[in-house]
Every structure is written in structure tokens, then in C-alpha cells.
């Protein structure tokens, strides 16, 4: 053996002992979701070290570092260049002590520290990215004492994904550190089957935004990626906006509530000095907290949607549920829990604790039901529980089950209880879940009188509550009430709009339909002879089952305008021979119509009938079955679509395989679209457009969008040519990624995409092109536009300017719906000089003399992040209403009155601030309502 040898294989064994302890290390990082501050949401690149110094210290002294929060994390902006050995340079004027001293103090703190870059060749923001200095990054972040790297995904062009973020994750495995790795890929490439033991986080989405919109919208994609959530793996929503914008506490709570129970990350992202209390409080709630950084890491799932109103539940360690009642309406609602619901037999007992009240309720049998505000959850926990047979009983007196009513009808409930060891204090009644009155004062039992708003099918409970804190619910009972005759619900049903097929009119056989044996085979939510089933459509609901040739449904409706009308109706056959028509009052208004066949009841199609004409008015529908053996699910009458107004025109663009279509509809655009994409080097969609010269713009409000994939397309286009492979802008909204800016700057070129912020309805969107430069913007109103992105262009007059759809899945149709659509052309180049203003400038504010708002001007000369603030003249912040980054511009704000947590404010003087760059200017305000 050579003298060599030896140093060799030491040199191999030091190597393969820092990789496996790195290895070990890194599997142990992020057991439960991480939890900490980030600066975007609130500074963007505003950052310093001595912000993050005070940032730093307001979490150590605040509570929020004992409640679990350790990471402070800076993004984008740190950084400015790279020096000759290619090693990435911290901002030397904001960060004078250099980020390893910077470090050191947040770790002194009892605190860990965290950096942001990028998998591209620059920043979101266009600072240095680590593509090509992957290794070179991760060794100086280990250097430097990084506990934490937030790697995002712009400037990516041509990247795999999956490859990129393997690369960075082996350049930090061989810096030896270990530091918690986040995936920012915003959702695009589904990282969740692909980023564990990759990294510890990866973001499902696009961005949040501080309104309820955005929280809502981003809380539906977490829907179905429960499996994929675990420690040491996490799927992130993205970070929270606690605190921001104007979001009310019943806002903040429901945000704080979900991303808790999701198992998500818990990165604040607000200004940590000048919290209101009502903030903190959200953010250290340390019972809602433990359920997120619950050791069993299972991330909770949705168990009931009823429109606007959810259940949500995660399993915990202790076999305890975290269960939420959200209410997405705008009035506050009684929701319910079943224990049916998270698989316990409908007879047990749970205690229950309300988390956010930190109180006990009591024990509850058979389930747990709350008033929801509006905008808000109940967050309670429950645990399994056995009590004593000493309990009390309910038991019904009158009326009895399956008990039938003509409405409007005066029920009345009474039960009567075999006493446990406590006295029952009070008897509650429900129907359907909602609460529909208490007794207190017993008189041979408790009763209710009840006076039913409209016909329906009820499930009624009496629950009783005794002295003990116990619970305790009646068996359930059927009541049915049938309207004597007319609408099922009633009055009529309006159209346009959906007629669900199982209200039909009331009046029973003869009168309100027709149906050839008595028997009601489906036994669903109505009792007469039609047979009504649960749905195996998209939509959960009831449909109409067993169609026999002869049989028909009457429904009264009312014609809002004397118009044509489209019809859509949904429909399932397992023959092939079924046929029906539609009558308006004794009229054939279809004739004859055959219904595909499907197969299976689970296979639903749409018979559409065009340019039905409806008189105004109240009539009676009949659907009439020619010959039988398929189900109806409803009935869809919408304003009949018409030619497109001159000069708006239409075509395919490139090769769809099936061809598209548009027409108006009203005042809405009605788009329907194939194609594989508008992307890479070709394109294929649907086009309504009209040409244009000079310098113009294109905007829209995006309604609605049929989602064929979660990257299908719609928004507005400037076109250079109607080939496939021209150069364009667009700004679109996809399915389910959110808002882009995206573009062929070259014809038969690659594309380009930049990420909007927006990512709840309403979508708005906007090009605005000056000479070859197009600037792309999304807006919440239409009125305050945010700017996504720009870039130089070079298209000949004239331009093809207008809206675009592609369901980027060829074969499929994609539908899409725009409002507001205009073409405006631009007298002036505001890309002149004399049009950039030269300085910064913060106007006067003006009064609208219609409504309690006030419009305030501001200009800026160059680029910059711009803050607006409104304070009261204690110096105590009213509200935020502006905090991003602005292109050099003109721009009016308006403010409506109202603080951060949506509260009118009195009349009086207030003082607005602009903060632009190092620009700093405040004036008063009056505000008079």
C-alpha cells in the first residue's frame, strides 16, 4: 500500500459520513410545517438589514417566537450582482454589515435565518438568479449560517423543473448546511408528485393576495392534495397575508383557522412592529396553532361543501378532530357537523372546544352546530368521549315521522325526555341543519310552533341540552310539505336561469305532472309519484330518474324580456330511443328532440335548442317525454347568442381539432375554443378580434372560463398576424394558474410568461401597447390596474387586437365569458419624454361629491416601489392603499372611508403618505360623508 492510499480513503470516508449525516439532517428538517416571517407580502423589495434587525426583534419580544415561529426570511432584492469568481453580492448600501453578520444576530435571538433566490437567470424581480451558480450559492449561504432558502421559478425558460430544483437541492447537500428547501414553482408543473425528498414545501399556486377572493380561490386548489402533505413534506398555499390589505378579522381568523388546519407553512407576512393587537392574538393563537404543528402531519380535507358553506376536519394524534364551519357568504349562517361525517356512529358523543373562544361547549350527540358570521369559521375541536347511561333521552311526541303537509302549513314539534342525572335547560329544534327556535319553559315537554318559509322535504332533530354541559339529539324525523298548486318553491322560476328539474309545480298528479304508476321509485326530497334521485353529475344535487314515454313535468316560470333564448338540457340515457319536447302554455317550443345516448347514469350530456322565443311574462313550462328511459337533471335558458357586432370578427388560429365559435349575448362575449395552446413556437385557439393602428388598448373582465385543463386560457391579445407562429402579447386568466403576461416577442419564437398577483375572481385584464411596447395589467374593478410586465415588441399596423380562449387540450371545448370589453384608441404616447413626469409628486386629495370616497394623484419618474398609507392624526394607521411596484406613471387612488378591517371611519382630518424609493411626502385629508 502506497503513502497516498491512505489519505485517499480517509478523504472518501470524511465524504461519505458529511453526505449521510446531510442526509440524516435534511429528513429531520421540517417535521411539522415551518413557521416564520417573510418580507414580500408587506415590503416587497424594500428590505434592509435594519428592518429585518426590527423584524427580528418584534418576533422575539412579541409572543409570536414562543407561539413557534422561527424563521425570518428576506426575499427578493438582497442581492445585486456577483463578483469575478462568481459568487452572488448582498445590496452593500441596505445590508452595510453583510448578511453573515446579519445572520448571527437573528440567530442570537434564539431565531433562524432565511434568503430567497431564483432557478432562472434572474430574480422575479430581476436581480442575479443561481442558474449555473447553484453550487456556488448553496456554499456561500452555508457560509454565511442560511437556515432556510425560498427558491422561486422565474426567468426559467426551458427549464425542467423537477431537474432544476434537484440541483440546487444537491448543491445545498454538498455545502454540508442543513437548510430548509422551498419549492416556489407556484403549482405549475404539479410539484406535489414529484418535490419530496427534493425538498421540504412546495407552493401549489400562484400568489396570494390580501383579499378574501384570493384566499377562497386558493383554498379550492388544495382540494384532493391531502395524500401528497406529510412531515418533512408540506404543500404550501403560500404565505399568509394575517394583517394585510383590508382584510377583516372574521377574514384574517378564517385565513389563519384554514391554513392551519391544511397543514400548511405559517409564514407571516406583515409588518411584525406596528401589529394591531387583534393580529397578534390571530397569529400566537396557540390551541389553533397546535393543530397545525400537529406530530401526526396530516393535512385536513374538506368533508362537506354546500355552496358557500364548508366543513372541513383533520385527524390529530390524540384521535381528537380540528373540525371548521366556514361561511364563504356575505350573511351570517347555522352550520352543523355530523359525526356520521368524520365516521362515527350517529348516536356517539363528543366533547367539544371551541378554539377560538378558548372555551368547552359541553359533550354533543350526534352533532355540533354553530351561527357562522359572514366571511368567517367556528374552529372547534372534539374528542371522542363515553358517558355515563345516565344521559338523558329524547323521544318525539308529535308529530310523527314521515309526516306530510300542505304549505303553508303551522307545525307544531314537542318531545319529551327521560331525565339523566342533570335537568335539561333547554330544548333546540333543526330542520335541515339550521336552527329554527328554542324552548326553555317546559310545559308537558318542550315545544315549537313552526311555520315553514316554503314546501320542501325537512329532517328534523330536537337537541337537548341539561346542567351537566351533555348534549343530546332526538332521532330524526321526515316532515314533507307540497305546495296545493302553482311553483314548487313558491313563486316562480326565473329565466333566464336554471330550472333543477326535481321543482316541478305543486298540485300533485294532473296538475303538477304526470307520471304513469304511483310509486315513487327514487324516494328523494319529494314523496308524490315522480321519481327523484341523487345525481351522478358533476354538480351534487337531485334529478328526475325513470322517464316513461307519456309523463310530464309542469313548471311555472317567469320570462323576465320579451327575447330568443338558448336552451341547454341536461340529460343521461341508457337507451337509445329517448325523445322529448318542451310546450310554453299549450305551445311546442322545441319540437321533437332526441337525447343521446350515455351508457351509464354516471355519463351526462347537454341537448341544446337555439333561438327559442319567450314571450315576458308568467307562463307554465311543460317537458314532455315522447318516449322514455333516460333522467333529466335541469334545464338552462340563457339570452340566445348572436352574431358579433361589426367589426369585431372570429377564426381559429393555427389547427384546432375542433372548430371554435363566438357570438354576443347581451352585452357578454361568448367564446368557445379547442386548441392545444398559445405557447412555445405555435399556436392553436379561438380569436375575436378587429385591427387596430397606433398606439391602443384592449381590456376585459373575465367571467367565467371552462376549466379543460388548469392551464386553459382566456384574456385579451395584440396580435402581429393571423398566422400560428406570430408575435403577441397577451394577458390571460388560466383555469387554475392564476394570472400571465405572456408573449412571442419573435415569430416561430419561444415564449416568454410572467406571473400576476391576482389570483381570485374578478379578473380583469389589460394591454395597452405605445409604438412596440406593450405593458400587460390585471385589476380587482377595473378602475385601480396593477402592472404584470412590459416588453418591446416589434408588430407592423395594423395590429389584430381582441380576446382569446384555448382550452389547451385539443378535442375538448373550453368556454369562456367576457364583459366590459373595450378598444380604445391612445391620442398620446405617454413613452414620450415630455409625458414621464420628471419628479415625484403626491397631490391634493379631491372629494367625490356622489359618494363618501376620495380620489388621491400621485406621480413617480421612474420605477419603484410605491407605499400609500392613510393615518389619523394621533399617528395611529388607518389603512394600506397601495403597496407594489410601479412602472413611472400618472395614477389616482381612491380610498372609500374605510380602515383595514373594513370599518366606515367618522368624518374629519387624516394625513395620506406616499413612500416611493427614498421619496417620502404627506398631506391632510379631508373626508366628509
Known amino acids: 500500500m502506497s503513502r497516498n492510499t491512505i489519505p485517499f480513503f480517509c478523504v472518501l470516508f470524511l465524504l461519505f459520513f458529511a453526505y449521510t449525516l446531510f442526509a440524516q439532517d435534511f429528513s429531520q428538517l421540517a417535521l411539522t410545517p415551518p413557521m416564520g416571517w417573510n418580507s414580500w407580502n408587506y415590503f416587497g423589495c424594500n428590505v434592509s438589514e435594519s428592518l429585518i434587525k426590527q423584524i427580528a426583534d418584534a418576533m422575539a419580544s412579541s409572543g409570536m417566537k414562543e407561539a ?87 426567468y426559467t425558460e426551458g427549464q425542467n423543473s423537477r431537474t432544476s430544483y434537484q440541483l440546487m437541492r444537491n448543491a445545498l447537500e454538498a455545502a454540508g448546511r442543513p437548510i430548509v428547501f422551498s419549492i416556489c414553482e407556484w403549482g405549475s408543473t404539479q410539484p406535489w408528485l414529484w418535490a419530496r425528498g427534493i425538498g421540504h414545501l412546495w407552493r401549489t399556486t400562484g400568489d396570494i393576495q390580501p383579499t378574501w377572493e384570493s384566499i377562497m380561490h386558493i383554498l379550492d386548489l388544495q382540494v384532493g392534495l391531502e395524500k401528497y402533505a406529510g412531515p418533512g413534506g408540506w404543500n404550501d398555499p403560500d404565505m399568509l397575508e394575517v394583517g394585510n ?107 367539544v372546544r371551541d378554539l377560538w373562544k378558548k372555551e368547552d361547549q359541553g359533550y354533543f350527540q350526534g352533532f355540533y352546530s354553530a351561527s357562522v358570521p359572514s366571511h368567517d369559521v367556528v374552529m372547534v375541536r372534539v374528542w371522542p368521549v363515553s358517558l355515563c347511561s345516565e344521559v338523558p333521552q329524547i323521544d318525539w311526541i308529535t308529530p310523527e315521522d314521515s309526516t306530510r303537509y300542505t304549505f303553508p302549513a303551522h307545525i307544531e314539534l314537542r318531545v319529551q325526555s327521560t331525565q339523566g342525572k342533570g335537568n335539561i335547560l333547554q330544548v ?23 311555520n315553514p318559509e316554503k314546501p320542501g322535504v325537512y329532517q328534523v332533530v330536537a337537541c337537548a341540552k341539561d346542567n351537566s354541559g351533555i348534549s343530546v339529539t332526538s332521532k330524526s324525523i321526515s316532515l314533507y310539505l307540497s305546495p296545493s298548486s302553482g311553483p314548487f318553491l313558491g313563486y316562480p322560476i326565473s329565466l333566464p336561469g336554471r330550472i333543477e328539474a326535481e321543482n316541478y309545480d305543486g298540485g300533485g298528479e294532473g296538475v303538477g305532472y304526470h307520471d304513469t304508476d304511483a310509486q315513487n321509485r327514487g324516494g328523494w326530497y319529494r314523496w308524490d309519484g315522480v321519481d327523484i334521485e341523487l345525481t351522478e353529475d358533476e354538480t351534487p344535487g337531485y334529478c328526475v330518474s325513470d322517464l316513461e314515454s307519456g309523463e310530464w313535468l309542469n313548471y311555472t316560470v317567469h320570462v323576465s324580456e320579451s327575447e330568443a333564448y338558448d336552451l341547454s338540457v341536461r340529460t343521461t340515457s341508457s337507451v337509445r330511443s329517448g325523445k322529448y319536447h318542451i310546450e310554453l302554455d299549450g305551445v311546442n317550443l322545441t319540437g321533437s328532440q332526441t337525447v343521446p345516448y350515455t351508457g351509464s347514469q354516471a355519463n351526462w350530456t347537454t341537448v341544446k335548442s337555439m ?83 397606433g398606439d391602443l388598448e384592449i381590456q376585459a373582465k373575465v367571467l367565467s372560463l371552462t376549466k379543460t385543463d388548469p392551464w386553459a386560457k382566456a384574456g385579451v391579445m395584440i396580435r402581429n398576424t393571423l398566422d400560428a407562429n406570430s408575435e403577441h ?27 400576476g398577483k391576482s389570483t381570485g375572481a374578478p379578473y380583469w385584464v389589460k394591454l ?17 390596474w396593477n402592472r404584470v410586465g412590459a416588453e418591446n415588441i416589434v408588430m407592423n399596423d395594423p395590429v389584430y387586437v381582441g380576446l382569446v380562449v384555448t ?66 392624526l394621533s399617528g395611529q394607521e388607518i389603512v394600506t392603499l397601495v403597496h407594489e411596484k410601479s412602472p413611472p406613471g400618472h395614477y389616482k387612488i381612491q380610498w372609500d372611508g374605510k380602515d383595514a378591517l373594513g370599518r366606515e371611519v367618522s368624518s374629519g382630518v387624516y394625513v395620506f403618505q406616499l413612500k416611493a424609493g427614498e421619496f417620502q411626502s404627506s398631506r391632510k385629508l379631508l373626508f366628509l360623508k
Open 68 to 154: 413557534g415561529y422561527q424563521y425570518i426570511v428576506i426575499d427578493d432584492c438582497w442581492q445585486t450582482s456577483r463578483d469575478d469568481s462568481g459568487y452572488i453580492v448582498a445590496d452593500p448600501v441596505r445590508f452595510p454589515s453583510g448578511i453573515k453578520a446579519l445572520a448571527d444576530y437573528v440567530h442570537s435571538l434564539g431565531l433562524k435565518f432565511g434568503l430567497y433566490s431564483c432557478a432562472g437567470t434572474k430574480t422575479c424581480a430581476g436581480r442575479p438568479g443561481s442558474k449555473g451558480y447553484e453550487y456556488k450559492d448553496a456554499q456561500r449561504y452555508a457560509e454565511w449560517g442560511v437556515d432556510y432558502l425560498k427558491y422561486d421559478w422565474c
Open 245 to 351: 390589505g383590508q382584510l377583516t378579522y372574521g377574514e384574517n381568523r378564517a385565513h389563519f383557522s384554514l391554513w392551519c388546519l391544511l397543514s400548511a407553512p405559517l409564514m407571516a407576512g406583515n409588518d411584525l412592529r406596528n401589529m394591531r393587537p387583534d393580529v397578534l392574538e390571530i397569529l400566537t393563537n396557540r390551541e389553533v396553532i397546535a393543530v397545525n404543528q400537529d406530530s401526526l402531519g396530516i393535512q385536513g380535507s374538506k368533508i362537506r361543501d354546500d355552496g358557500d358553506y364548508e366543513v372541513w376536519a383533520k385527524l390529530l394524534k390524540d384521535s381528537s378532530y380540528a373540525i371548521i364551519l366556514l361561511n364563504r357568504s356575505t350573511k351570517a349562517k347555522e352550520i352543523s357537523v355530523n359525526w356520521k361525517e368524520i365516521g362515527f356512529p350517529q348516536e356517539s358523543f363528543f366533547r
Open 428 to 450: 333546540a329544534f333543526f330542520a335541515n341543519g339550521e336552527n329554527i327556535g328554542i324552548d326553555e319553559t317546559p310545559l308537558d315537554g318542550w315545544s315549537l310552533l313552526w
Open 611 to 693: 333561438g327559442l322565443s319567450l314571450p315576458e311574462g308568467i307562463h307554465t313550462l311543460r317537458f314532455y317525454i315522447e318516449s322514455g328511459g333516460f333522467e333529466l337533471n335541469f334545464l338552462d335558458f340563457a339570452y340566445a347568442l348572436k352574431a358579433l357586432p361589426s367589426p369585431w370578427q372570429h377564426q381559429d388560429i393555427g389547427s384546432p381539432s375542433v372548430k371554435g365559435d363566438a357570438g354576443i349575448r347581451k352585452e357578454t362575449f361568448v367564446i368557445q375554443a379547442s386548441g392545444r395552446d398559445i405557447w412555445d413556437t405555435r399556436d392553436a385557439f379561438h380569436f375575436v378580434y378587429q385591427q387596430g393602428s
Open 729 to 755: 402579447a397577451m394577458m390571460v386568466v388560466t383555469a387554475e394558474q392564476g394570472l400571465a403576461f405572456q408573449r412571442r416577442i419573435a415569430q416561430g419564437g419561444t415564449s416568454f410568461h410572467t406571473p
Open 768 to 784: 395597452v401597447r405605445r409604438k412596440n411596447n406593450f405593458s400587460a395589467y390585471e385589476s380587482a374593478d377595473g378602475v385601480v
Open 807 to 872: 382550452a389547451h387540450h385539443d378535442g375538448a371545448i373550453c368556454e369562456a365569458y367576457f364583459e366590459k370589453v373595450s378598444m380604445t384608441l391612445l391620442s398620446t404616447a405617454p413613452s414620450s419624454e415630455t409625458d414621464v413626469p420628471v419628479e415625484f409628486k403626491l397631490g391634493q386629495n379631491y372629494l367625490n361629491p356622489f359618494n363618501p370616497d376620495t380620489t388621491i394623484e400621485y406621480e413617480i419618474p421612474q420605477s419603484t416601489e410605491v407605499l400609500i398609507r392613510i393615518y389619523n
